[in-house]
């Protein structure tokens, strides 16, 4: 069975630029997050899909990231303009039935922002 | 605002002895708790699921789950170099409300010494 699979998995940007990431979930899994994880921190939460409804996306900066979820499988994460602080790993995870299953988590994106 | 607390660590054991790692949390409605272990440059995978009180056990691993006292812990019996990791507790309200938060801990880093 493949796993999560997310792309690119690095990235290099100048500060202002867009960048976007890509995410395919475990086949048949209904719930999708992205997390970004700073060096030394636990994932952080930016928004739960449960098929292609956002049900929790508090903690996602509207004002420069966005996220759509296409016929409730795979998902992108934009972020225009990136800012240095944007700098993170970005992860993908997919559950079959929601939050108190177990997450599988893709390889992530290791973005840079100069 | 829910939290979860881990020591960041690290944390040395000597190879063969028990590692014991320790989780609090600040929401008395969580409902499932989860360790995942990251490897350095690598994504979370889930360890040990626990939903209630008491220990669960599975093979060199023992979750143990104190509601009362808010406090979830992960012992790892007979500790090989392998297991040097970060582990990330991770604590989930039931997701059959809409408001609950899927928080991730900062990690423990475990070492094991040969």
């Known amino acids: 069975e493949a796993g999560v699979v997310q792309s690119p998995r690095y990235k290099i940007i100048e500060k202002k630029q867009p960048v976007a990431f890509w995410c395919n979930p475990i086949?048949?899994?209904?719930?999708l997050y992205w997390y970004l994880q700073n060096l030394g921190q636990g994932p952080e939460l930016l928004i739960r899909?449960?098929?292609?409804?956002?049900?929790?996306d508090s903690q996602l900066p509207k004002d420069r990231f966005s996220a759509e979820r296409l016929k409730g499988v795979d998902s992108t994460l934009k972020i225009q303009p990136a800012e240095l602080g944007d700098s993170a790993v970005y992860l993908c995870?997919?559950?079959?039935?929601?939050?108190?299953?177990?997450?599988?988590f893709g390889p992530g994106t290791r973005l840079t922002v100069l | 605002q829910k939290e979860v607390e881990q020591n960041s660590g690290p944390l040395s054991v000597p190879e063969g002895a028990i590692a014991s790692l320790n989780c609090t949390y600040s929401?008395?409605?969580?409902?499932?708790f989860f360790w995942y272990r990251q490897y350095s440059g690598k994504s979370p995978e889930l360890i040990m699921f626990?939903?209630?009180?008491g220990d669960k056990e599975d093979g060199r691993f023992t979750a143990q789950l104190n509601k009362a006292s808010q406090y979830v812990s992960l012992l790892i019996r007979d500790s090989q170099p392998s297991d040097s990791a970060t582990y990330l507790c991770?604590?989930?309200?039931?997701?059959?409300?809409?408001?609950?938060?899927?928080?991730f801990g900062k990690g423990t880093r475990l070492h094991i010494l040969p």
């Open positions: 995870a997919s559950s079959l039935v929601g939050g108190w299953d177990e997450q599988f």
């Open positions: 086949s048949g899994h209904n719930t």
């Open positions: 899909y449960e098929n292609e409804e956002a049900v929790d």
């Open positions: 929401d008395r409605g969580s409902q499932s």
């Open positions: 626990i939903y209630s009180n």
């Open positions: 991770a604590v989930n309200m039931d997701l059959r409300k809409r408001d609950d938060k899927i928080i």
